[in-house]
């Protein structure tokens, strides 16, 4: 089974992709951009408050898919600074309790929309 992950609940998708794809055992996001659903617009603020948003908005698309933050496998974050990794840090370690999923962190030239940050992740569903 592959199923469209659509929620009002994070940021619309900004090209021709689903917010996430659901299978029988896993679910995978695409990237979530600091974007206020609500609003349509960026949270304002730094590389916390835009990581805060990001995880927020990932959180929604798992809760669409039937999992959560506990279930996560895998992060993939790209950052448009790697100076930025501390502050970036301090944020994420506050959404996971213990055990870590894996994780890759990437500095890269540039982002959609000119985000400073936007994480993918990839959680089973038991």
Do not use: W
């Amino acid at each position: 089974m592959k199923k469209v992950i659509a929620t009002d609940k994070a940021p619309k998708a900004v090209g021709p992709y689903s917010q996430g794809i659901e299978t029988d055992t896993m679910v995978f996001t695409s990237g979530q951009l600091p974007i206020n659903p609500e609003t349509g617009n960026f949270v304002e603020g730094g590389i916390k408050e835009q990581t805060h948003q990001s995880m927020k908005n990932a959180m929604e698309v798992l809760k669409k898919g039937g999992t959560s933050l506990d279930k996560v496998v895998k992060a993939t974050v790209y950052l448009d600074d790697i100076n930025n990794f501390s502050d970036f840090n301090e944020v994420y370690q506050k959404y996971f309790e213990s055990d870590f999923p894996a994780r890759s962190c990437f500095e890269v030239a540039n982002l959609p929309l000119n985000a400073m940050i936007e994480i993918e992740m990839i959680a089973v569903k038991n």
